[in-house]
């Protein structure tokens, strides 16, 4: 079955950075689009960034300059490099294969950021 595990985050003061992986199996890595998506405590879920299977890259206007995702399809591996982190940054982060003709919406488990200020 497809598996989707984070892994990366931790507590980081306000400036710092933070590498998170999401490791993809039981799929076809390559032809699927790869998101990063994050939820504050009594926030919505919220897209963070994309990539498609073609590489075009798409961010939440409150990332853009700060967060860069990428994609590894030899290692089925989606990342998110994560720079001047901010307090309001701080969220449960999931991984996501979103929906499309030829597979399901698929999540991983989720994995905590906590900036400090």
């Known amino acids: 079955q497809v598996q989707l595990v984070e892994s990366g985050g931790g507590l980081v003061q306000a400036g710092g950075s933070l590498r998170l992986s999401c490791a993809a199996s039981?799929?076809?890595?390559?032809?699927?689009?790869m998101g990063w998506y994050r939820q504050a405590p009594g926030k919505q879920r919220e897209l963070v960034a994309r990539i498609s299977s073609a590489g075009t890259i798409t961010y939440v206007d409150s990332v853009k300059g700060r967060f860069t995702i990428s994609r590894d399809n030899a290692k089925n591996t989606v990342y998110l490099q994560m720079n001047s982190l901010k307090p309001e940054d701080t969220a449960v982060y999931y991984c996501?294969?979103?929906?499309?003709?030829?597979?399901?919406?698929?999540w991983g488990q989720g994995t905590q950021v906590t900036v400090s200020s």
């Open positions: 039981g799929i076809t890595f390559s032809i699927n689009a």
């Open positions: 996501n294969i979103p929906r499309s003709p030829w597979t399901s919406d698929y």
